[in-house]
């Protein structure tokens, strides 16, 4: 039996509530040096209906700047055990995808086989094709703190009862100003030009994944049905949504131990760390080492159908979102002797709007490129297909 | 013992023109009957006085203890006075008011000038007191000496032989409030015997038969003696008078140095004065912050109130409070400990010598004892902080009968949570405690005691999920006293510990959770004085648990939680014990107990049942038993043994050696670093066996100067079998098959404790130092997993090194100054030992279990305790007490964790106090 999720963590969270008054919470830099470890990271889920991606990776030492270590060039193979073999093929970091969508048996059992490059065997437990049941709706709702993305689902036959979801995310921004001039850095004669709507810098999306485990368990309920779990907390008057958010939700069923596995991972990598929590522990997956059994890996093997869907959620759903842009309007006038200090590399500057006087333009109001180039804000101008409009 | 019998006390009384009464007189008497077998005189009067309707003054310390036949019928006053005191040396009067004056020596006609002055006139004394220098001796010059030199007449002049040896007992008593007198030294220099009042203040001495001077003496109260002529066994009350103040005054004494006479080892006592003067976070006196500073404890962080005493977990320690079992001994996240320091009177921590009375646990015993109430007045204090108040009233019900106090306490914390942010500002918390402890004193040989209990702890956020937890306690003891050498304590009481959690965050998953643990007891215990060479101990006791392991129920109507309710457990632990305290020559004592403890599990249960020779896991779930109700499901048991021998190397050096053994049938289940309140607790089972411990340790003692700077350096080694420990990813709440995420670990501990105390003088406190290891072990692999290999780990509170120095400074009588510096080494911590991407995000990866540690631990306090005037005859007393808690701001780090926030590993260091948090307090007795 399971702890609810909100059980325990609560009191931990208590704790934090008294932080600005008693706890002192400071950055810790472990003075040990970390052991070498390099064990074998697996993660991904059979399914058949998308096509299987497994990522390979190693343990890193933890240090400041952790790099993320791919491995490359091994054989991966999904087994069923009614003698299916399903090959992956490298796509590179550590990516392994099946050749399209996998015919697998709703009644069989999966498992999976890696050959690494340098010859070390792993092998999985066989795991049993779970069945998971549609997502109900994706719904959100409006708290003091923001607003809360949600997932509810159900299954009537009670079978499903562990969930786990993950989520990537879209959002439509804005530039505090929309540039309608772009400068042309050149030495010779720098000048600045009219931007086409090709190179529009106002409308950015930005793109995200779920970087939380996202799982629950209604094995303490009478019925299989999952209310409004929280997915995604967006904080009040934040820029997620300041113009459109989108939202594509995974729905996957567990096993038991599987769901067991990944909680235990959660605990271990982000609770709060407060006096009440539980310790950290040994984290023991389905995959083992058959060259050499003692050698931990960490992952665990799940399998069964996926189930998505994706919502938007406009600003203008919401009754009060007061986003707010960081940024002066129109602040400085730059003249064409300042062009190339203030336009050009490391100047920071991106005209704005010119300055018409007799002959032409004698200037642009310009502003500061983190408020007129949404780009700089971490999201790209390329339009999801998906886009509504 | 000096018991004044005057029904109307008036001043005029010591101006009455009596010259004119007849001595002797035979006049118009009026007859009295009476009948009576043994009986002692102080009893007699009153039934003469009940029956002539005359006063009758008299002072009960010129009787000495024998009792009188008396028969008459219809007879004069006179003629049974004269039988009742013949051979006495005791002479009356009678004056024409009807008063009967009883004097030793010369009859009187009125009462002498100096009758009243007699009495302990304390009160007068106190307000004199109110100077730098030691108080004025002159208004009491005479009137204790009286008492001190008087000589005490004790059995029958003529009665037996006159040599051998004759018991006297008796009651210590403070003479302000009448509350007894605990741990006082009762003491003849030649021959050199000595005893110590228990915690009654009863006292029972074997001398010989003779003249002696008897020396009492205990800290706190003034040193006094009593000259006895002793020619049988006798009764002997003796009133202590508290000392107001000793500044310049060193009492030199050699009796006090308990700690090298006692044959027990690793005992520290602390008295609730000293527990005031010790400054703690938020100026509120707390006994277990204190009790953390002696050698040997240790607690895992700043918000704990777990003890580790020698290498022992946080529920190895057996917390009494008047005989009642506390099973949560923290208040508000563990800032606060759950008793009210105004109600506490002293508390005794056992480490070593287990008295083969207590069991149960494997560390220690800490006894705290609640005080009697004030037998004489109506008194109360009472107390504000910052976060909370306190009350308490205590006095007599039947004056020097019954006495009564009752105290309360409570937070209002809740404007520190309404400074929060917004998010959090419905956030709730508060605690309250009572008290309430009356004593009986039925008759001389009678005396009963009743306390009750109640802590209650509070806490919601932003109205969702509510924690409450309480410990609800009710005892009721009666001592008996058969004879001078033999007396029985008696008690029986009720515990219970519970918490619950609901939430109703969520409509669908609202729940309801909880636990409870409920024990009904009965224990007998008997003290039997044999000779001067032999104290016997002997008793049982038996204890019925009834635990609730958890509940989870739907918290609203919409809610789909389907209950689920563990199945209770039931138990009954009984134990035998007997211990003699031997004293071979002078020099040399031996203390040997032993205890037979005995567990029974009880039905009705539904029992696992495991492979053998497998792990315990649900794969190897064989079957399951049912047991019916009533039945016996398991026994375990065994003897412990209790040993402790101490030789005398000179008056002031003695060398003591241990042993003990000690077993355990109830565990807390807890995965977390600090005692939470959602801790649960489990009773052995056929799966989960008892834990053992024994242990050996040594030590020599030595004092200095008089006595007044005592020095203690101990060691120990200690085994643990059987000790709890988790799986990886273990589930601990509502676990119907909770062995399967258990493992027995062996574990084992040692160290070195060195103690430095001063006690009395201008400067006060101790220095303590401890090295010590505790080291765990889980290497069968049949158990399941190994723990770090099958290695020895050590355990969450292992800090080698620990230093603390605890000082009291007393600038004037109004003002004080007190210190306290500790430093230990930084708690293991299990660090990550690599990180690896895994769900969109960095995580770490944990392996082996604390083998790496946070920073050390630094923390300096300070406080002032400054009292008001002193004048005793003034409405209410008061006094500040303000401080500052971790004067040095040193963010002492809690924990060290790793947490991934936004697809990053990011390291915190985390502390509780982080900076320098100042403090007041107001206290008020009237």
């Not at chain 2, 005989?323 to 070593?352: C, Q, R, W």
């Not at chain 2, 008696?490 to 409920?518: C, E, H, W």
């Not at chain 2, 048991?637 to 003695?654: Q, V």
Request: net charge neutral; aromatic share 12%.
């Amino acid at each position: 039996m399971k702890t609810t999720r909100r059980s325990i963590s609560l009191l931990s969270l208590l704790l934090a509530v008294l932080a600005p008054l008693m706890q002192c919470k400071e950055a810790y830099v472990s003075p040990y040096a970390p052991p070498a470890t390099g064990w074998l990271v697996v993660e991904g889920y059979i399914t058949g209906n998308s096509p299987v991606s497994y990522t390979l990776s190693r343990v890193a030492k933890l240090a400041a700047d952790t790099t993320r270590i791919y491995e490359l060039n091994a054989a991966v193979q999904i087994e069923g055990n009614d003698n299916s073999i399903y090959t992956l093929t490298g796509q590179g970091n550590g990516l392994y995808v099946s050749a399209g969508l996998l015919p697998l048996d709703p009644s069989a059992k999966y498992r999976l086989r890696i050959t690494t490059a340098s010859g070390r065997k792993y092998l999985s437990d066989y795991a049993p094709y779970k069945i998971t049941p549609p997502i109900d709706s994706i719904n959100w709702v409006e708290n003091g703190n923001g607003v809360t993305i949600c997932a509810n689902a159900h299954d009537d036959a009670g079978t499903t009862r562990y969930y786990e979801w993950s989520y990537d995310e879209t959002w439509e921004y804005h530039s505090a100003e929309d540039s309608k001039y772009v400068y042309a850095e050149d030495s010779v004669a720098p000048t600045v030009l009219p931007r086409d709507s090709s190179n529009q810098v106002y409308t950015c999306w930005h793109n995200g994944s779920s970087t939380n485990i996202l799982l629950t368990t209604t094995d303490k309920l009478s019925r299989d049905l999952v209310y409004e779990f929280p997915l995604r907390q967006i904080p009040l008057n934040s820029v997620p949504l300041s113009v459109l958010y989108s939202i594509l939700v995974r729905q996957y069923a567990l096993t038991d131990s599987g769901y067991n596995f990944l909680n235990l991972m959660k605990k271990n990598s982000e609770s709060l760390g407060t006096i009440f929590d539980a310790q950290p522990s040994e984290l023991t997956g389905n995959i083992h080492c058959l060259t050499d059994p003692t050698e931990p890996v960490i992952g665990f093997v799940s399998a069964g159908t996926m189930q998505q869907q994706r919502v938007f959620v406009s600003r203008s759903d919401i009754p009060v979102w007061n986003y707010s842009y960081k940024c002066q309007f129109l602040d400085t006038l730059v003249i064409p002797t300042d062009y190339q200090t203030y336009f050009g590399t490391g100047g920071g500057y991106t005209p704005v709007e010119g300055k018409t006087s007799g002959l032409g333009y004698s200037g642009y109001y310009s502003n500061q490129s983190y408020c007129v180039n949404c780009i700089l804000q971490g999201g790209t101008t390329d339009k999801p297909t998906f886009w509504p409009n | 013992m000096k018991y004044f019998h005057i029904l109307l006390m008036s001043t005029a009384w010591l101006l009455l023109p009596g010259r004119r009464a007849l001595a002797q007189q035979t006049g118009e008497q009026p007859l009295v009957s009476v009948d009576f077998d043994h009986i002692n005189r102080d009893s007699l009067l009153r039934e003469l006085e009940r029956q002539t309707g005359y006063r009758f003054y008299y002072d009960t310390a010129d009787f000495d203890s024998t009792r009188v036949d008396i028969h008459a019928t219809q007879e004069p006053l006179a003629k049974v006075l004269n039988q009742v005191f013949s051979g006495t040396g005791i002479r009356w009067s009678i004056d024409r008011q009807h008063h009967v004056f009883i004097t030793k020596g010369e009859a009187i006609a009125g009462l002498p000038p100096d009758f009243f002055d007699k009495r302990d006139t304390g009160k007068d004394r106190l307000a004199a007191a109110d100077t730098l220098s030691d108080y004025p001796e002159e208004p009491d010059r005479q009137q204790p000496a009286l008492l001190e030199n008087k000589l005490y007449t004790i059995g029958e002049k003529n009665s037996g032989s006159p040599q051998g040896m004759a018991n006297i007992a008796g009651y210590l008593r403070e003479d302000k409030t009448g509350e007894p007198v605990v741990g006082a030294s009762i003491y003849i220099e030649n021959p050199r015997i000595g005893v110590f009042s228990d915690q009654y203040g009863y006292y029972s001495i074997s001398l010989p038969k003779g003249r002696h001077i008897l020396n009492i003496q205990s800290i706190g109260m003034r040193d006094t003696r009593r000259l006895l002529m002793i020619n049988g066994d006798g009764k002997m009350n003796i009133d202590l008078h508290g000392q107001v103040l000793a500044l310049k005054k060193v009492i030199v004494s050699a009796e006090k140095a308990s700690n090298i006479k006692r044959t027990d080892m690793g005992v520290q006592k602390i008295d609730i004065k000293t527990i005031k003067q010790v400054p703690v976070v938020f100026g509120e006196a707390d006994v277990l912050r204190v009790v953390m500073m002696l050698p040997g404890v240790k607690t895992v962080g700043d918000a704990s109130t777990g003890l580790n005493v020698r290498g022992g977990s946080a529920d190895q320690n057996l917390v009494l409070f008047n005989d009642a079992t506390i099973y949560n001994t923290a208040h508000f996240f563990g800032m606060f400990s759950a008793f009210n320091p105004e109600v506490v009177k002293d508390v005794e921590l056992y480490k070593s010598s287990i008295p083969a009375q207590y069991g149960g646990r494997l560390s220690s015993v800490l006894d705290i004892s609640s005080r009697e109430g004030n037998k004489k007045d109506i008194t109360g204090s009472a107390g504000i902080g910052l976060l909370t108040s306190r009350l308490n009233i205590e006095g007599p019900i039947v004056k020097d009968k019954t006495s009564f106090i009752l105290g309360g306490r409570t937070t209002y914390a809740n404007w520190l949570l309404n400074l929060l942010p917004d998010q959090y500002r419905n956030s709730r918390a508060s605690f309250y405690d009572l008290n309430l402890n009356i004593s009986y004193e039925i008759d001389k040989k009678n005396n009963l005691f009743i306390t009750g209990y109640l802590s209650q702890d509070r806490f919601n956020l932003n109205n969702d999920t509510t924690y409450s937890y309480g410990n609800r306690n009710a005892s009721l003891k009666w001592k008996h006293i058969f004879s001078n050498k033999f007396f029985s304590v008696l008690s029986t009481g009720y515990d219970r510990y519970q918490y619950k959690i609901s939430s109703s965050m969520n409509p669908v998953d609202a729940y309801k959770m909880g636990f409870d643990i409920n024990q009904l007891y009965f224990r007998a215990n008997f003290n039997y004085f044999l000779s001067a060479a032999h104290t016997l101990q002997f008793g049982l006791s038996t204890l019925h648990y009834k635990l609730h392991p958890g509940y989870y129920q739907p918290g609203d109507k919409g809610s789909l939680v389907t209950p689920v309710v563990l199945q209770s457990e039931q138990a009954l632990e009984s134990a035998l014990y007997l211990s003699d305290k031997y004293s071979i020559g002078a020099a040399f004592s031996l203390e040997g107990g032993i205890r037979y403890s005995l567990f029974n599990e009880l039905g009705p249960a539904q029992v696992n049942n495991y492979a053998p020779g497998l792990p315990v896991t649900e794969d190897n779930l064989v079957s399951t038993t049912a047991y019916g109700s009533g039945k016996t499901i398991k026994t375990y048991g065994g003897p412990e043994y209790r040993i402790s021998a101490r030789y005398l190397l000179t008056d002031n050096l003695s060398v003591k050696a241990g042993y003990n053994t000690q077993r355990q049938y109830i565990h807390m289940i807890s995965n977390t670093t600090a005692m939470a309140p959602t801790d649960i607790w489990k009773l052995s089972d056929p799966n989960i066996r008892p834990q053992y411990g024994d242990q050996v340790s040594l030590g020599l003692y030595r004092n200095f100067k008089a006595n007044t700077i005592e020095t203690s350096v101990e060691v120990y080694y200690k085994h643990i079998q059987d000790f709890l420990d988790y799986k990886s990813g273990a589930v601990l709440v509502l676990n119907p098959h909770i062995e399967t995420d258990l493992i027995e670990t062996q574990g084992k501990a040692y160290g070195v404790e060195l103690l430095i105390k001063k006690l009395t003088g201008k400067f006060n406190g101790w220095f303590s130092y401890t090295w010590s290891r505790t080291l765990l072990r889980q290497d069968d692999p049949n158990a399941g997993e190994l723990i770090n290999n099958g290695n020895y780990y050590p355990a969450n509170y292992d800090k080698p090194n620990d230093a603390t120095f605890v000082g009291n400074y007393r600038v004037s009588h109004r003002f004080s100054v007190s210190l306290n510096t500790t430093y230990s080494t930084g708690r293991p911590i299990t660090l990550p030992i690599g990180v690896y991407w895994f769900a969109g995000s960095e995580r770490t990866l944990y392996a082996d279990r604390n083998t790496y540690r946070i920073p050390d631990y630094f923390r300096t306090d300070l406080s002032m305790n400054i009292e008001g005037n002193h004048l005793v005859h003034q409405r209410t007393h008061n006094s500040w007490t303000l401080g500052v808690y971790n004067l040095t701001g040193r963010k002492n780090p809690y924990s060290v964790y790793y947490v991934s926030e936004n697809g990053v590993v990011n390291g915190y260091k985390l502390s509780i106090f982080g900076s320098a948090i100042p403090f007041v307090n107001f206290n008020i007795r009237f």
